[in-house]
Structures are given as C-alpha cells and as structure tokens.
C-alpha cells in the first residue's frame, strides 16, 4: 500500500502542475478573443485561425485539467442522498463508481481517441476553413487529458482503499485553500497581467459560491 500511495502522491503533482500551468491559457484565450472583437470591429478584419486557436486553446483547458478537477474532488456531483451516508460509505460508492463507470469509460475514450489522432498526423489534416489550422495538435489533446485523467482515477481510487483499510486520511474532505479561480486571481494580480481579468474571474467565482450557499435562488 505505502508503494501505492507513493505512485498517488506522483500522480497528484503532476496533475497539480498541469493544471496550474494550463490556468495560464484562460487569460490568453481572453486576450486572443478580445484582440479578434477589436480588429474585427475597428479594422474590419479577422481571421478564421485566430477564431480557432480560441477553440482549440479551449479544448485544451477543459482536458487537460480534467485530471486536476478530479484531484480536488470538484467534478460536477448531483447528490441527492450522498451526503447522508458515512464517510466510509461514500468512499465506498466511489470505489464503486471507479471501477464500474469512469476507468473503462476513459480507458475506451483513450483506446479509440489515440487512432484518430494517428489518422490526423499521417495525412496532415487541415481546417476547412480558409487561412485555418493543421488539426493533429488539437487531436492530440483528446488522448492525453483521458490519459492523465486516467491517472488521477487510478490515483483517487487508491486514496479511497488506503481511507477503507485505514492506511490513510478521507479523500473527500475538502482541501483547505483558496479555490482554482482565486488562485487564478492572485496570480493574474501577482504578475501584474490584465487586473480586469482577475475582476472578472474574481466575481464569477464569488456568483458560484454564491449560488451554492443554502436558500441562494439560482
């Protein structure tokens, strides 16, 4: 167990490095929107790789932080009666879970992404759109955000038979910190980037927390 829990601890940094490296692109997906609207509307010019590189530098947020997500335990949860068991009960639904539902999902996922990337790269697959992108780099991000979120999965069930058996804390416990989104704010004020920015992601982070408060209308 204690070999397992070290590969965990491993996983664990490696998707909290990934993560906090990959915040960085939502402030130049801003940037790029931002710079197209202004060219578009002032100069009454765009591009079709500008609009692109927006979806793409998207796909990249959303997959390569999956794994990152999954390690602060904020994938999106539709509790209804999970939060009356135990803590050892709810670690056993997640084992459950685990074992049954997410590892082969994203195991097959990886399987049948890895030849359409493989496809994408042998033929240089292009856009169709007219000044737009080669297509295998955002082919590639579909096999390596399930690959590292197939680690975390592996590392997270670990946690959770490491807690059953007694050989480690409870995983679901809220860690203790501030938020990706304000973690993501004081680095945009640290470096001195873009403070509307870090306005902008502080108060949709504050409007999130407060939609979650109880009696909060949504």
Not at 116 to 144: C, D, I, K, Q, T
Request: charged fraction near 15%; charge should be neutral.
């Amino acid at each position: 167990m204690n070999a397992m829990l070290a590969l965990s601890r491993a996983v664990d940094r490696l998707n909290e490095a990934v993560g906090k490296a990959t915040i960085w692109l939502v402030l130049v997906v801003v940037v790029i929107s931002a710079g197209n609207a202004v060219f578009r509307y002032a100069a009454d010019w765009s591009s079709n790789g500008l609009l692109e590189i927006q979806w793409y530098l998207f796909s990249a947020i959303f997959l390569l932080c999956a794994g990152y997500v999954l390690k602060k335990n904020e994938h999106i949860r539709i509790d209804v009666i999970f939060g009356r068991f135990s803590a050892r009960t709810q670690n056993w639904i997640d084992v459950f879970g685990f074992l049954v539902f997410m590892l082969p999902m994203v195991t097959m996922t990886l399987w049948l992404s890895w030849p359409v990337f493989m496809n994408a790269w042998h033929s240089g697959e292009m856009s169709a759109n007219p000044g737009g992108l080669v297509r295998w780099p955002v082919r590639l991000l579909l096999p390596v955000g399930f690959f590292l979120l197939l680690l975390q999965g592996l590392s997270e069930l670990v946690k959770r038979l490491a807690f059953l058996s007694g050989n480690g804390p409870n995983p679901l416990q809220a860690e203790k910190g501030p938020s990706a989104e304000q973690e993501l704010v004081e680095i945009i004020r640290k470096h001195q980037v873009a403070p509307e920015v870090a306005d902008i992601v502080g108060m949709a982070d504050d409007m999130v927390r407060d939609k979650g408060k109880p009696g909060s209308r949504s």
